[in-house]
């Protein structure tokens, strides 16, 4: 298959796939040897057809699939193998955090979606636990909203103020890397619009992987993109590459929507 992925300089890269492999069921082979090198404090955008992979592959970044899949190959994050049996995947998940296509706060208060896994940590101090919630509410550009209702139910809040929220979760814990799968897929075009902005913002604190359908959101906000096609990365280069001069047919031809 033709493929074409750009290089990152060394001393940019945040994490690197080495001919990782997925196999559901130990045998159901459904990602093909990626190896992808995703920029620090940037937005990488995953973008291909449904069943194309993109999920499979983000979800093993931070070892979500560990249950229903086997990956093989490494996955280099600060100098080691995340991919390996020895790793502590709770620990890791604390640095590499994960936003899914449903708001899915818990059944309870702003405040304490946000403080849960703080305390679980082993975080008392009050003033330590506001002040994480201001901090993680204002990075999410969700405190103006929520402020005066910071002890209001979470559930009570609109789908695209949840998404915001399940993204203040994320950032409490002072994840380095945040990988979104379909974030606005579920928003109306006020709330997408709102949740773009946000995540431009992060973009100076974070490493953003983010799986969208929608193609303009990829070009409007992401600075590389990915091209899944059958499990394999056909093109990955800087976004406005990617999306004015693909060197790969199927990438020209999915862009162009002539498939897919
Ligand atoms: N838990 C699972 N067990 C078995 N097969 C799975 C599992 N999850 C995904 N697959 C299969 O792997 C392939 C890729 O699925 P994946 O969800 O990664 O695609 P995707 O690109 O994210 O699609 P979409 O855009 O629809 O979300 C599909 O054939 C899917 O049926
Ligand atoms: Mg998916």
């Known amino acids: 298959m033709e493929q074409y992925l750009t290089q990152i300089a060394p001393e940019q890269r945040s994490l690197e796939t080495k001919n990782l492999n997925v196999y559901y069921g130990g045998t159901i082979h459904k990602l093909h040897d990626v190896s ?3 920029p620090q404090n940037a937005i990488t955008a995953l973008i291909g057809a449904s069943g194309s992979s993109k999920s499979t592959f983000l979800r093993s970044l931070n070892r979500m699939n560990d249950k229903v899949a086997k990956a093989t190959g490494q996955i280099i994050y600060a100098g080691i193998d995340i991919n390996h049996k020895d790793i502590n995947v709770y620990q890791l998940r604390k640095q590499i955090g994960m936003v899914f296509q449903r708001p899915n706060p818990f059944a309870k208060s702003i405040y304490d979606n946000i403080t849960y ?3 679980a940590n082993g975080v008392k101090d009050s003033a330590v636990l506001d002040q994480a919630v201001e901090d ?7 405190w103006d909203e929520v402020k005066d209702s910071l002890h209001k139910s979470a559930l009570a809040l609109s789908g695209g103020q949840q998404q915001r929220l399940c993204i203040a979760r994320a950032l409490a814990m002072k994840p380095d890397i945040l990988l979104l799968d379909e974030p606005a897929s579920a928003l109306d075009p ?3 619009a709102k949740l773009e902005e946000t995540l431009k913002q992060l973009r100076d604190q974070y490493t953003m992987v983010m799986v969208t359908h929608n193609m ?8 590389y993109t990915a091209f899944f096609h059958m499990g394999n990365i056909v093109e990955y280069d800087r976004t406005e590459k990617i999306f004015t001069t693909p060197r790969v ?3 020209e031809q999915y862009i162009n929507g002539s498939f897919g």
């Open 117 to 119: 896994a703080l305390k």
């Open 249 to 251: 047919t199927l990438t």
């Open 216 to 223: 303009q959101q990829a070009s409007r906000i992401s600075d």
């Open 190 to 192: 006020v709330s997408t």
């Open 136 to 142: 993680s509410l204002r990075a999410a550009a969700l």
């Open 36 to 38: 992808l090198q995703i």
